[in-house]
């Protein structure tokens, strides 16, 4: 990374905390927003032009620019021209915007380790490997750059949580401009408990396969020899990924409807408080892409929204004079009753 | 075992971001009237928008010829692009609003 990038994300994470401050407070609030916008235009403009991996720089800029033109464009217009009671759910509309974000990175990431080519310096990489050597006397290819578990693990948190907040802001968006109706059944919550469930389990079975593989040796690593001294290669990995590309997707499927089902017997009077929550979550997600990137400034800026969001979300509970836990659970019990 | 504490050294630093950026987040907005409850929502929202970076570098180092990856990555530029403008421009807005109140 460089200095100058460096130095644009240590601004972009004080400016985010320094807005939310300001946010805080009546007379400084639409200062404090406008002082964060600045830091994230910073860390954007920065990330485009001097982010590099591998001494390699950003390319397809057609595509970013693109992408980025159509966001501004439908973003602002809508963010105009909405009317000023339909707030909270264009706050819920975006929410999920930026939790589908998470969603597909981590789809993207994941496709990359599990079927793709892992680019290595090779000189970096023999270096590694003979560190290794000295210090256990033996050289484990596969661990030369880390076993990949804990990247598995970044990339699940990142999608279960991306995907849930999608699915359920987009319950949200729908319920507070009425086009969803609230809806429950009867022992919804244990139904809720199991998919729950079923998520962890495909998620550690997937981490458990992934790690029984690599220390298996069976999945190891090949490549045919480099032709210059430290170029880059590519490696093919070796390992059977059907298990693991199956349980992926599983654990998707399971969070969209995990998502869902968690909205839905939310009453709308309550959305406002959901929104907070799912806020915090789709904010845990991209501190989980922080962790995957080694970003500064998407993990301060993730977790800030993450831990604020939470207070914030039981602030709002206080307000209304009403627990979290009753919000989120209550609605079953008063649902069963009214029935 | 040993995995866990090799994680954790590995990204020792990173940990503490994490710790102390909870702690700061709970503070920072520890005293908020719950008149801004609703814009402060809004401006973490947009905040969170940063998950766009991520966005940007999967975008940028797609292959020409990885399709999945291009598709996706542009289609989660977009998304990002969407969270991060529209919610710092509905922040300002219903900021807007409150001043016009007074």
């Known amino acids: 990374m460089s200095g100058l990038l460096t130095l644009a994300y240590l601004i972009g994470s004080i400016t985010f905390i320094v807005g939310l401050k300001m946010l805080s407070n009546p007379a400084s609030a639409r200062k404090g927003n406008l002082i964060a916008a600045a830091g994230m235009f910073i860390a954007i403009i920065g990330t485009i032009f001097l982010y590099e991996e591998n001494g390699e720089r950003l390319h397809n800029f057609g595509w970013l620019f693109g992408g980025l033109f159509i966001g501004t464009v439908v973003g602002v217009l809508a963010a105009k021209k909405v009317k000023m009671t339909a707030m909270p759910e264009m706050v819920s509309l975006f929410n999920g915007m930026g939790g589908a974000c998470a969603m597909l990175i981590s789809i993207v990431e994941f496709d990359h380790l599990a079927n793709g080519h892992i680019t290595v310096n090779i000189g970096k990489f023999i270096q590694d490997a003979i560190g290794q050597a000295a210090q256990h006397g033996d050289i484990n290819i596969g661990a030369g750059f880390g076993n990949p578990v804990g990247k598995y693990l970044i990339i699940l948190l990142g999608l279960i949580i991306g995907s849930v907040s999608f699915a359920g802001s987009m319950v949200a968006w729908g319920k507070l401009n009425g086009k969803v109706k609230d809806f429950s059944f009867n022992g919804q919550h244990i139904v809720n408990l199991i998919v729950l469930a079923a998520i962890v389990i495909a998620g550690a079975w997937l981490l458990i396969d992934v790690h029984q593989q690599f220390s298996g040796g069976n999945g190891s690593w090949t490549s045919n020899p480099p032709a210059a001294p430290f170029p880059n290669i590519e490696l093919q990995s070796m390992a059977d990924t059907t298990l693991i590309n199956t349980l992926f997707y599983v654990t998707l499927a399971l969070s969209i409807v995990y998502g869902v089902m968690f909205v839905m017997p939310i009453g709308g009077a309550d959305m406002p408080v959901v929104i907070s929550l799912l806020n915090s979550f789709t904010g845990v997600a991209a501190a989980c892409g922080g962790f995957l990137y080694n970003n500064p400034v998407m993990l301060t800026g993730g977790i800030l929204v993450g831990s604020a969001g939470t207070i914030l979300t039981i602030l709002m509970c206080k307000a209304m004079n009403r627990s979290l836990k009753n919000v989120l659970i209550g609605s079953f019990g008063a649902k069963a009753t009214s029935a | ?102």
């Open chain 2, 1 to 102: 075992m040993t995995a866990i504490l090799d994680f954790l050294q590995l990204h020792i630093e990173m940990v503490y971001i994490v710790i102390l950026s909870i702690f700061l987040g709970i503070e920072v907005i520890s005293r908020v009237p719950s008149v801004l409850h609703t814009p402060l929502m809004s401006g973490a929202n947009a905040i969170h928008g940063v998950v766009i970076i991520g966005a940007i570098i999967v975008m940028g180092k797609a292959e020409a010829d990885n399709w999945l990856a291009l598709v996706l990555g542009f289609l989660a530029v977009i998304l990002g692009t969407l969270n991060v403008v529209g919610g710092f421009v509905v922040t300002d807005r219903m900021l807007e609003m409150f001043k016009k109140k007074k």
